[in-house]
C-alpha cells in the first residue's frame, strides 16, 4: 500500500496523522529543518528535533531519507523525514497528499502512475 504523505507535523496535522495511523494507513510525514509548533507536546514534529516523541501513545521517529521512511513506514508508528526537498515525493510514491503546514506548496495526487498537480494551496 502506497504512504500518505502529510506536509506538517503540527498539533492539527498530528491528530490527522494519529487517525489515518490507527485507521491502519501508512503515513510519511514531511517537515521542515525547524519546526514551529507551539503546542509541542501534542505534535510530532517534536521528533525533528528529539529523535522520537510520543503522542497519546503513538510514537513518531526521524528518519534521513525517504527509503528508510518507506521501510520504516507502516501502522501506528509514522516516520517524520526532515528537509523535504521534492523528490522525497516522487520516492515516495504516495496515494494522497494532505497539506498542514503554513507555507505554500504544490499539491496534486498519484494517478495511473501519473503525478496530477492540484496547484499551490496555503494554509
Same mark, same amino acid.
Given at each position: 500500500?502506497?504512504?500518505?504523505?502529510?506536509?506538517?507535523?503540527?498539533?492539527?496535522?498530528?491528530?490527522?496523522?494519529?487517525?489515518?495511523?490507527?485507521?491502519?494507513?501508512?503515513?510519511?510525514?514531511?517537515?521542515?529543518?525547524?519546526?514551529?509548533?507551539?503546542?509541542?507536546?501534542? @505534535?510530532?514534529?517534536?521528533?525533528?528535533?528529539?529523535?522520537?516523541?510520543?503522542?497519546?501513545?503513538?510514537?513518531?521517529?526521524?528518519?534521513?531519507?525517504?527509503?528508510?521512511?518507506? @521501510?520504516?513506514?507502516?501502522?501506528?508508528?509514522?516516520?517524520?523525514?526532515?528537509?523535504?526537498?521534492?523528490?522525497?515525493?516522487?520516492?515516495?510514491? @504516495? @496515494?494522497?497528499?494532505?497539506?498542514?503546514?503554513?507555507?505554500?506548496?504544490?499539491?496534486?495526487?498519484?494517478?495511473?502512475?501519473?503525478?496530477?498537480?492540484?496547484?499551490?494551496?496555503?494554509?
Amino acid at each position: 500500500m502506497r504512504p500518505i504523505v502529510v506536509r506538517g507535523g503540527g498539533d492539527l496535522a498530528t491528530g490527522t496523522i494519529h487517525r489515518l495511523s490507527r485507521s491502519g494507513y501508512p503515513v510519511v510525514i514531511l517537515e521542515t529543518d525547524r519546526p514551529s509548533a507551539i503546542r509541542r507536546l501534542v @505534535a510530532f514534529s517534536q521528533a525533528v528535533y528529539d529523535g522520537e516523541t510520543e503522542v497519546e501513545g503513538m510514537v513518531c521517529r526521524r528518519v534521513e531519507s525517504a527509503e528508510a521512511a518507506l @521501510a520504516f513506514g507502516g501502522p501506528p508508528a509514522p516516520p517524520i523525514i526532515r528537509l523535504w526537498p521534492l523528490s522525497f515525493w516522487w520516492t515516495l510514491r @504516495a @496515494a494522497l497528499l494532505i497539506h498542514c503546514g503554513r507555507r505554500f506548496l504544490w499539491t496534486g495526487f498519484w494517478q495511473n502512475g501519473i503525478w496530477v498537480p492540484q496547484g499551490i494551496w496555503q494554509n
